[in-house]
């Protein structure tokens, strides 16, 4: 007998349709026709659902989302060109790491793990920064769940003339963007996230003419987007060896995507899928990080309860015995763990997913509602 695969309330890698896993049980050479037929529909796609046909092309590449995260800043970015980088989480500060490792100049501002960076500040700090030519954003940062106001950004840099490149990975899929209409120069995803595939390769949405002019510029073979894509164009080919059943079963999630009514559909159900995990874990006595105005619909951070009997891995242990992964929090001020909202979730696995929280708590040893958490000035104020 097969045992049930646990659903995974994580950020990706999540729980993903049946039929989605089936389109994987073929195989494809990486050279034939049907399968460059695949590619080339898959970039058409994402394109259409971030606006960007007219103004932009799609790269994908072999690899994690952060594969893709540096492949977009090594091929964008000049090395003597200075960015600006927000951030309040762990995501953010991996971009400051990879331009380190880039050798390339930048700046950072810091809103700590409860904070988006605001419009007003990033406009002020620009001002006093000309030198800047690149702001780079998560636009869901998930290591706290919160979501950062792509908008207010994308109209300072506009008015600043400054490229904005969105790390989208969490987001694209679930929340609306459209590239040309904020502007944004890139914008970067994995197939793992809100369009339900599965891992493999992650995408860039660029600025044509940004593409066109970063031939050479690139610090790694592999991951220099410039080349994939004039290779892609010249020969509808990946250059190097494909993840040929990830593709295939993200063409299949991109399907189902547009039939559960597109991104307006997937914000509908994930946002009534976070709305429903809030209100149950907040009657058990859970806290959330963050104020709800800056809640996604993607996943989100909750307290540890201040009780020397919980212990978070007897507590994923105990959830995870009744079908359910959950996520440890990522934070470095205070206790947390995460509670993702996409995938194949739906009304019946948040109403589970609370009475597996509940459970475990009594099998801890924790009242009901649980103590609210130990905070203090250390762990409240931001990095």
């Keep these: 007998m097969i045992e049930k695969d646990p659903y995974l309330l994580t950020p990706g890698p999540l729980t993903t349709s049946l039929t989605v896993k089936q389109a994987m049980l073929r195989d494809w050479g990486s050279w034939d026709g049907d399968f460059n037929g695949m590619t080339a529909q898959v970039c058409q796609r994402l394109l259409e659902a971030a606006g960007g046909e007219q103004s ?18 090594g091929t964008l ?19 400051g790491q990879i331009l380190d490792y880039l050798d390339r100049p930048y ?24 030198e800047v030519a690149q702001v780079v954003v998560v636009h869901c940062e998930t290591s706290s769940g919160i979501l950062n106001p792509i908008e207010e950004i994308a109209e300072v840099c506009e008015q600043a003339g400054t490229r904005l490149i ?16 904020l502007p944004c120069a890139a914008l970067v995803s994995s197939a793992n996230k809100c369009f339900e595939g599965v891992p493999g390769f992650g995408f860039a949405i660029i600025e044509r003419s940004l ?3 970063a031939q050479g510029r690139c610090h790694s073979l592999s991951l220099d ?6 290779y892609m164009e010249k020969n509808g080919q990946w250059r190097y060896t494909p993840p040929t059943h990830v593709v295939a079963a993200f063409l299949q999630a991109l399907k189902e995507h547009e039939a559960e009514g597109g991104v307006a559909g997937r914000l509908t159900r994930y946002t009534r899928n976070r709305n429903r995990l809030v209100a149950g874990m907040r009657e058990l006595g859970f806290q959330t990080l963050l104020a709800d105005e800056w809640l996604s619909p993607i996943i989100t951070t909750f307290l540890s309860p201040g009780a020397s009997t919980f212990d978070f891995r007897q ?7 009744q079908g359910f992964v959950i996520y440890p929090g990522k934070l470095t001020v205070t206790d947390s763990f995460r509670i993702g909202c996409i995938g194949q979730l ?15 708590c009594k099998n801890m040893g924790l009242t009901l509602p649980v103590p609210p958490p130990v905070l203090t000035p250390d762990n409240l104020k931001s990095d």
């Design 211 to 213: 593409l066109e002019g």
């Design 346 to 360: 739906f009304d019946e696995q948040m109403d589970d997913v609370i009475s597996a929280v509940a459970n475990a």
């Design 107 to 130: 700046l950072s501002i810091d809103k700590g793990d409860y904070e988006p960076p605001r419009g007003d500040e990033v406009a002020a700090f620009l001002s006093a920064h000309p």
């Design 166 to 181: 969105i790390d989208s990975m969490s987001a694209f899929g679930a929340l609306p963007v459209s590239v040309a209409a």
């Design 225 to 230: 987007l410039y080349e994939q894509w004039r």
């Design 56 to 73: 932009h092309v799609c790269v994908p590449v072999q690899g994690s989302g952060t594969f893709a995260v540096e492949a977009v800043l």
């Design 77 to 95: 970015i000049a090395p003597d060109s200075h960015t600006l980088v927000l951030m309040n989480g762990a995501y953010g500060k991996r971009i």
């Design 315 to 321: 507590f994923y242990d105990e959830i995870k015995h």
